[in-house]
């Protein structure tokens, strides 16, 4: 695939977390060079405090820029957010580490919505430490929603799965309060549409998870199976989507139910999460149904090995391949909307009225 006309924008997170660390590991390798071009968004400082904590880490070389007009390809850019004498304390929540994470993000927003960059991969930061600094979100998923005038749905991916979250960030003593079947409709409705233009799933077949042990046990323990997440599984499938459910979470997960669909619809966080993140290791947050492209490792900020050269940098790597992937598919998918008669003549066996066959050439001559 040709991806190296792409511009991907990468965010580093909080500068005590693991994120600049893990930038450092994957682009030891510069053949990642050649795939896109790159321009980071965080404190210089920062990168040059992690390299000689990484193996081979020294040979990692980056081109600092004003914004990503300026990026070059075969570079590493950077654009340089927080002040130059930012503090780095690895492993530390820090106010000042969560000023420079707003920061790089917030650069990194608005060179998408200039068109300088094309698709947005983020490295995680402390919710703690950046909600004192402008932020007033409770996570990236919420904070782009915003950015971007849209509602994402938090999509977990892996090879192995993908799990949407009906509520994301929330309590889960408000979760049974804030379901409706009008928002478990359109979070189906959001999944099936990102299977099909971000992962190339022509029908897509969704399971969609119960919020009560055993699936409510018929109303014994709890309703909202019957009078919520059932109903809004048949107005779904009465429009078209192959939904299917409510399944009761442990028993789904135990005897493998997440192969036999392209995509779970979990209840909440930790009901979704908790089994992927056992089941598939390095997996990618993706952000659908907004205009940008946004991804991210499902790994947090990780404290307590940040400095020490040990952290795993494959869900990173993931996120920006899997970032890459997508926006493709959305323009492989564009393109296929811009003449859909075409396509569907092509694909029922039909051919193009332009081009003649055996029969006709011979009747003309």
Known sequence: MEQNNIKVGITLGDPNGVGAETIVKIFRDSRMLDMATFVLYGSSKSLSFYKPTVEGGEQVSFNVVRSAA???????????????????TAGEATSEGG????????????????????????????????????????GHTEFLAREFEGE????????????GLATIHL????????????????????????????????????AVLALNPHAGDGG???????????????????????????FAADGFFAVGGHSKYDAVLAMYHDQGLAPFKMLTPYGVNVTTNLSVVRTSPDHGVGYDIAGKGVADESSMRNAIYMAMDIYESR?????????????????????????KDIKELKAEN
Not at 70 to 88: M, P
Not at 224 to 237: F, R
């Open 70 to 88: 300026e990026a070059k390809g075969k570079k590493l850019n950077l654009v340089e957010c927080g002040a130059g004498d930012v503090r780095i």
């Open 99 to 138: 000023a420079v994470a707003v920061e790089s993000l917030r650069r990194a927003v608005a060179d998408v919505k200039e068109g300088t960059i094309d698709v947005l991969v983020t490295a995680p930061i402390n919710k703690n430490c950046v909600n004192g600094e402008g932020f007033a979100a409770t």
């Open 152 to 163: 994402g749905l938090m999509l977990m991916c892996s090879d192995m799965m993908k799990v």
């Open 171 to 206: 309590p889960v003593s408000e979760v049974a309060a804030a379901l409706s079947k009008e928002l478990i409709v359109k979070r189906i409705g959001q999944l099936e549409k990102s299977l099909k233009e971000d992962f190339g799933v022509r029908k897509p077949r969704i």
């Open 220 to 246: 014994l323990l709890g309703t909202e199976e019957q009078e919520i997440i059932k109903p809004a599984i048949v107005e779904a499938y009465k429009s078209g989507v192959l939904a299917f459910g409510p």
């Open 331 to 355: 323009r492989r998918e564009a393109a296929y909307a811009a003449n859909p008669l075409k396509h569907y003549e092509r694909e029922r066996g039909g051919r193009d009225a332009n081009v």
